[in-house]
């Protein structure tokens, strides 16, 4: 029974990666809207940490893959910016249950990942880091704004009918 369980969760950690990724791919004709730190935030909350961190990492894996970003100068960055979504989500703000709430820590965790973002990108790019920063503004506006409104509106549902399917398949607590 234990082995059943094991290939469930391993299924359900490469599924959710892979909807993390499409779901990238998808709106990646819009400038920085995306559902990730909603996704993020929905698998941190009813998954925990460790399963969300392997989520994490396979998306920034296959995100890399398929952007050519892999390299030792960004790749660790990305991976740390988003990480740190359920890191600070089951530890810091684990009390944060009102979608609201979430939506808040939506722009939050979209700032933080954009600043953390900042070093590697200035170093690529060649830039100062003000100059840099000056022209992220509006990227990390939309980043912002698109994190809160799709928590505000799809948070409730999606987690609803997400433990439902925990439920239904015994994957809740692994």
């Known amino acids: 029974m234990k082995e059943k369980q094991g290939v469930k969760n391993l299924v ?18 819009l400038p920085n809207i995306q559902l990730t730190v909603l996704l993020i935030i929905l698998f941190s909350k009813t998954l925990g940490t460790r399963r969300t961190g392997v989520i994490v990492t396979l998306y920034v894996f296959l995100d890399s893959l398929a952007f050519g970003s892999i390299s030792l100068i ?35 965790f979209s700032l933080l990942y954009s600043w953390i973002n900042i070093m590697p990108n200035i170093f690529i790019i060649e830039v100062s880091f003000w100059h840099y920063l000056l022209l992220d503004i509006p990227f990390e506006i ?33």
């Open 12 to 29: 359900l950690i490469s599924f959710l990666s892979v909807i993390l990724f499409v779901q990238k791919l998808m709106l990646a004709f």
């Open 142 to 174: 939309l980043l912002s704004v698109s994190s809160f409104l799709s928590i505000i509106w799809f948070y409730k549902p999606l987690k609803d009918a997400f433990e439902v399917l925990l439920r239904k398949h015994k994957l809740g607590n692994l």
């Open 74 to 108: 960004y790749s660790p960055f990305i991976l740390i910016g988003w990480l740190m979504i359920p890191f600070l989500l089951n530890s810091s703000f684990r009390k944060v249950e009102s979608v609201l709430g979430l939506a808040v820590l939506g722009i939050f």
